[in-house]
């Protein structure tokens, strides 16, 4: 069976996620006043009765306090039903294969409570009003999701199951890189989505060249990730020349002559004093908090795989 779970702010308690959206809706264009109510929710796929959702929903998966919710098998019509007859549902559910984190604590939750679910995945639901399909689209791509790692359903959701995998069996793919020339490694690099420059691409093609085969699409990504602006900050410890009123200043790795090196002499000036015990290390900072504790910040996350 496939459970779904809808979660709305309780009457009396804010919409803050409604109203940030209508406030971008009128700052772009899309609505001037943009009538919606915006919720969030999950899928739970296994053999769950209804008694067993609810207790889930009320101990788990919602604050009773200060929200409402609803809860039966997809394609129920109570979860069609809007909260105004002029008012349509738009889901926003991860693709597949996106990293679902909440879906998974959610999931082993579950089994806390001694329960099974077969699968769990989560998705934000929207109810708007006063939109044609037109503008409704415009705002599903900009504000309601994000089309690299999310997918929207206008209307009801009309699903029996959720793809849980199957078996995996190796298959070998190679990716025929040598004899592109610039325009296909461009194409390569956004539909291949590596998001790597034509200089890039030219490289990694120039080297697979030298040896002499292809690579695979398992060594092409590792290259794209670890040559990734999120993995190896190019634009930040990169080569700047920047043009200003007092003239031309450049820097051979922005990141360290600028911030590193003023973290550095602002420590030396403080001497004994600096309260800061690591920094720019594992993507973490470590302060003092007092003679016995020392605080920890760190504020990355990655996505997995990752390089």
Not at 85 to 91: D, K, L, Q
Not at 98 to 103: C, E, F, S
């Amino acid at each position: 069976m496939l459970w779904e779970v809808d979660i709305f702010a309780a009457p009396g308690f804010p919409d803050v996620v409604a109203r940030q959206i209508a406030g971008d809706a009128h700052d772009l264009g899309i609505a001037d006043q943009l009538e919606l109510i915006a919720g969030r929710g999950y899928l739970l796929q296994g053999d769950l009765s209804a008694d067993d959702v609810e207790r889930l929903t009320r101990e788990l998966l919602a604050d009773p306090v200060v929200e409402q919710t609803l809860t039966a098998l997809v394609g129920d019509e109570s979860l069609r039903r809007p909260p105004r007859p002029e008012m349509r549902a738009v889901h926003v559910l991860p693709k597949p294969g996106v990293m679902d984190p909440v879906a998974e604590s959610a999931k082993k939750a579950i089994d806390d409570f001694g329960l099974h679910a077969e699968a769990v995945r989560t998705f934000k639901k929207y109810w708007i009003a006063g939109l044609d399909d037109q503008r409704l689209e415009i705002l599903s791509a900009k504000l309601l999701a994000n089309d690299a790692i999310e997918q929207t359903v206008v209307g009801p959701l009309e699903l029996d199951h959720l793809e849980i995998g199957r078996p995996y069996r190796f298959a070998l793919k190679t990716v025929p890189i040598r004899e592109l020339d610039d325009e296909a490694l461009k194409t390569l690099s956004i539909e291949g989505q590596l998001y790597l420059s034509l200089t890039e691409m030219q490289t990694i093609r120039d080297y697979y060249r030298e040896l002499g085969r292809d690579p695979t699409d398992v060594e092409l990504e590792t290259i794209a990730q670890t040559w990734s602006e999120h993995c190896s900050h190019k634009t930040l410890a990169g080569r700047i020349e920047y043009h200003g009123p007092e003239g031309v200043i450049r820097f051979e790795n922005m990141l360290k002559e600028t911030i590193f090196a003023a973290t550095q002499a602002i420590r030396q000036r403080l001497g004994d004093e600096d309260w800061c015990v690591s920094v720019f290390r594992d993507n973490a900072g470590v302060v003092r908090f007092d003679d016995e504790y020392n605080v920890v910040f760190k504020v990355e996350t990655h996505n997995h795989p990752s390089a």
